[in-house]
């Protein structure tokens, strides 16, 4: 019943807040993420303890201030989301900027695909929606969200820009593979996998886990692997690609880990950066009180 609640609050805020007007409808959302920053629920605290994690030297006063921007920048996120779809072409394309955009289409002109990794930093739909304008063929991985109709929506969105969304199963990544050889470009949120499969990785001097499906395509695609780290400006998004090395030496298993640090290592570099635009409200780390999950 929950979730059926949950789920039509999502589909009426994409309605409503595409009919409200714009300056309205952001200003709204900024009171109300810093009304829910003041009751410094649970979500809150971790969003916290995370963005403190990344800011080492910063003062207590700051940090407040931090969390109060992060939660906004995260608000944004999902106003950007609900009304998107009513975007221009001109507007989703004017108010992005990239430094070392040829990386990446590098691997749109090569025709053999590439992999981008991302954290969940800024809005990567409207990247994603920018490169798909200009002709790419992106594709990406979902988790399925209870209930069904809710996963259909966000796959029905992403759809409409032109990015495909495959389902998080077990055979997505034959499937992805696939995919990069027939010369698409797979995009994947990788800063996250607290699962016993996730990659043991430093991040930020202390013990994290990240998922290993970025490296695990590179090697079996021989196909080149970007980070990508999207964070917001005043008028819409930036995003900063450098490219993961590749080890040359080692088994398959000491490649992987070495691909999932060195991506874990760009990530830290553009959150250290851009902290405010990192939307992780869960548990990253794996030291202190944490549990594993199976």
């Not at 969200?145 to 029905?156: D, G, H, R, S, V």
Request: aromatic letters at 10%; a positive charge.
């Amino acid at each position: 019943m929950f979730a059926t609640i949950t789920a039509w609050g999502y589909f009426a805020a994409w309605r409503v807040l595409r009919w409200l007007p714009e300056r309205f409808v952001y200003s709204a959302a900024y009171r109300l993420s810093d009304l829910l920053t003041k009751r410094n629920a649970p979500n809150i605290q971790r969003l916290r303890s995370n963005l403190a994690r990344t800011q080492p030297e910063i003062t207590a006063l700051d940090l407040d201030l931090l969390v109060y921007k992060g939660m906004r920048s995260a608000i944004r996120y999902w106003c950007d989301t609900f009304r998107l779809p009513d975007w221009s072409l001109e507007r989703i394309q004017n108010t992005v900027t990239v430094t070392n955009e040829h990386l990446f289409f590098a691997l749109v002109n090569s025709g053999n695909g590439g992999i981008i990794t991302v954290p969940h930093a800024g809005n990567y739909d409207h990247a994603a929606a920018y490169f798909c304008s200009k002709g790419a063929k992106i594709v990406t991985v979902a988790e399925r969200l209870k209930p069904e109709a809710l996963f259909k929506k966000f796959m029905e969105y992403r759809a409409a820009f032109g990015m495909e969304a495959l389902p998080l199963d077990g055979r997505v990544i034959p499937t992805l593979a696939l995919r990069i050889r027939a010369g698409c470009v797979v995009a994947l949120a990788a800063d996250r996998d607290l699962s016993r499969s996730g990659i043991d990785v430093r991040f930020f001097g202390a013990p994290a886990r990240m998922p290993a499906g970025p490296a695990v395509l590179a090697l079996r695609t021989d196909a080149p692997l970007i980070c990508a780290m999207v964070s917001y400006t005043d008028g819409g998004i930036h995003i900063d690609f450098e490219s993961v090395p590749m080890p040359s030496h080692g088994t398959e298993t000491e490649k992987i880990a070495a691909i999932i640090q060195s991506s874990a290592d760009l990530f830290a570099k553009g959150i250290a950066a851009h902290p405010e635009d990192w939307h992780m409200m869960q548990r990253i780390w794996i030291d202190g009180d944490f549990k594993e999950r199976s």
